[in-house]
């Protein structure tokens, strides 16, 4: 089973980064759960969302204690709560921040040890949809890394949870997703 936990503020698409991953794991013929865990619901307080996908019936409930990967929609998070405790020794982590892997890794050496990728989601957000939600963008890192969902699975999910926008909205996302991916093979 491959369990993930993804932290981010309110506004940045937390949940909908959960419910993506869900429904492309769906569309792939896997089991899956996606579910957030937050307060407030207002704009810039921290979120929180769980995804677990498997090729056999997730019997578990409750929220993810121990990720296969963790997801930094924000990186002031790790200011706001004790993030990097209690990560398994094989946990990946995915950071969006203009730093450098190296750079973030000095600056915490509790996660020295692990996988960490830092990619620039914002900056890709703003280059192809002009607005800072990177939460699509760090979806194609993701499958880049780990090739968990397929992009033909991630596109029709992508279609499905932004059905609302428009489709020139929907594609840009798509196409920055796409970008990123394309980012771990150069790494």
């Not at 981010?8 to 419910?19: E, K």
């Not at 800072?132 to 033909?152: A, E, H, Q, R």
Request: net charge negative; aromatic share 6%.
């Amino acid at each position: 089973m491959l369990e993930i936990t993804i932290h981010g503020r309110g506004g940045q698409g937390v949940v909908v980064t959960s419910r993506i991953l869900g429904t492309a794991a769906l569309y792939d013929g896997l089991y899956a759960q996606d579910f957030p865990l937050y307060g407030a619901a207002r704009r810039g307080a921290p979120v929180m969302a769980f995804v677990r996908i498997d090729d056999e019936p997730i019997l578990m409930r409750g929220h993810v204690a121990k990720p296969d990967i963790l997801i930094l929609l924000d990186e002031s998070i790790i200011g706001v709560k004790d993030i990097f405790s209690d990560l398994p020794d094989d946990c990946t982590i995915i950071i969006n921040t203009t730093r450098n892997t190296g750079d973030f890794k000095d600056a915490h050496p509790e996660i020295s040890d692990r996988n960490v990728y830092c990619v620039d989601g914002t900056g890709l957000a703003l280059e192809y949809l002009k607005k800072p939600i990177p939460n699509v963008v760090i979806i194609g890192f993701l499958i880049g890394i780990t090739k968990s969902i397929t992009v033909d699975a991630f596109k029709k999910a992508v279609r499905d949870e932004l059905g609302k926008y428009s489709e020139d909205v929907i594609n840009k996302n798509i196409e920055g997703a796409l970008k990123a991916c394309e980012l771990v093979a150069w790494r």
